[in-house]
C-alpha cells in the first residue's frame, strides 16, 4: 500500500508541475496578447424588466489565443492579476469600452450606460482614479455613461481606503455596482456607508429559480435590501422566462443573461441595439 501511495503522489507532483508550467507559458502569451492585439471586448446587454428597454451594457474581455483559441476569462483574470498584468490589460479595457460606447452614442444610439470590470487589483492601484479620469477626457464619454463593477471581496483589506476610493470615482460622476452579491462577505453595515448604486444578484442564486424549486428566498431578500438602501438592482445570470417572470414580481429593476442575449462583439452588438425597444 506504501508503494501504492508513493506512485499516487509522485502522478500528483508531476500533474502539478504540468500546471505550474502550462500557467508559465499561458503567463508569457498574456504578455504578449495586448501587443498582438489578441483582446476584444463583447457586449451584453442590461434591460429594464418593465419595459424591456436597454439600459446598458456590461464590457466583458475576450481572448482569442492564436492557438489555444477562446481562453475564458475566468482563467486568464486571474493569472493577469498574479501578474500585474491586469494593470496595462484593465486599462485597454477601460479605454476601449469608453470609446465604442462614446461611437454608438455619436453613431445616434440612444445613450446608454457601459459597465466595466475592475479587478480587486486594480482597485487597489493609487493612480486609479487619475486613469480613469484620463481615459474620459480622451474618449471623450461623459461620466454618466460609465459604470464600474466591483465585488464585495475588494474592500476587505482596507474598507476606509476602499470607501474613499469609491467616492472619488462617484465624485467623477461614475456610477459604482456591486457585482455577484451575496457570494462574498461584506456586512451590511458596510453596504450601508458604501457610496454604490447598484447591485448585482449572483447568478448562482439566479440558477436556482427553477419551476421546480422556486428557490427565490435570496433574490427576494437582496432585493428589499438593495431597495430599502435605495440601490438599483440587477440580476445576472437570467436565462428562463420563469426566471425573468419571478424576478419581475420581485421588484427586481433590471436583468442581464442569456434570455436577452450572450455577451457579443460590437458589431453584433450594434445589431441587437437596433432591435431592442427604445431605439
Ligand atoms: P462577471 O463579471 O460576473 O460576468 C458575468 C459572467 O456571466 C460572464 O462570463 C458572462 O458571459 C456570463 N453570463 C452572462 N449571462 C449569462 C447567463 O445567462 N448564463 C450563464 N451561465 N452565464 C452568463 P465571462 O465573460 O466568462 O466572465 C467571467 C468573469 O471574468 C466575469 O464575471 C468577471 O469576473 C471576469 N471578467 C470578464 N471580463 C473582465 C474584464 O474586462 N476585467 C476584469 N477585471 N474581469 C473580467
Ligand atoms: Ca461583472
Ligand atoms: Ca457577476
Ligand atoms: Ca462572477
Known sequence: AKSIGRNNYQLFESA???RAAERLLLAGDLRRALERDEFFLAYQPQVCLTSGRITGMEALIRWQHPERGFVSPGEFIPLAEETKLIIPI???VLYTACRQNKAWQDAGFTPVCVSVNLSAFQ???PNLVAMIKKVLEETGLEPQYLNLEITESITMNNVERAINTMHEIND??????IDDFGTGYSSLNYLKKFPIQTLKIDQSFVRDMTEEHQDVAIPTAIIAMAHSLNLKVIA???ETEVQ???LRERGCDEMQGYLISRPLPALEFEKLFHSLPGQ
Open 16 to 18: 502539478m508541475n504540468k
Open 90 to 92: 484593465g486599462e485597454w
Open 123 to 125: 482597485f487597489g492601484q
Open 172 to 177: 467623477l460622476g461614475i456610477g459604482i455596482s
Open 236 to 238: 445576472e445570470g437570467v
Open 244 to 246: 425573468q417572470q419571478m
